[in-house]
Nanobody, 123 residues
Framework: QIHLVESGGRVVQAGDSLTLSCVAS????????MSWFRQAPGKERERVAT????????DVDESVEGRFTISRDNSKNTVDLQMNALKVEDTAQYYC????????????????WGQGTWVTVSS
């Protein structure tokens, strides 16, 4: 079992940078693949970025490639999402999610979710 809490969401201007953080409680954080997803009002939840258990492999969706970076610190049970050059269309609630042992890129793959943190990008 793992419990996830996101933080860092706020209102920013287009072009700004922002870092979201997710802290996990529970054991064996290093056995979980971690992802960030987002959901904008009226839209389906979509994956933003995924990082492997060791942190050695990362993948970001093409919609944020070159702007967003995912990282983790297994000694602190944290996973961060660094977001640069934010656009209005990045406005959404951002969720941290955990999947033990396997790699997953679909929301349905992930059994553990945080409560989300809102990012609003104004023009």
């Amino acid at each position: 079992q793992i419990h996830l809490v996101e933080s860092g969401g706020r209102v920013v201007q287009a072009g700004d940078s922002l870092t979201l953080s997710c802290v996990a409680s529970g054991r064996a954080f290093g056995t979980y693949t971690m992802s960030w997803f987002r959901q904008a009002p009226g839209k389906e939840r979509e994956r933003v970025a995924t990082i492997s258990r060791s942190g050695g492999t990362t993948d970001v969706d093409e919609s944020v490639e070159g702007r967003f970076t995912i990282s983790r610190d297994n000694s602190k049970n944290t996973v961060d999402l660094q977001m640069n050059a934010l656009k209005v269309e990045d406005t959404a609630q951002y969720y941290c999610a955990a999947l033990q042992w396997s790699w997953g890129e679909e929301a349905d793959d992930y059994p553990y979710w945080g409560q989300g943190t809102w990012v609003t990008v104004s023009s």
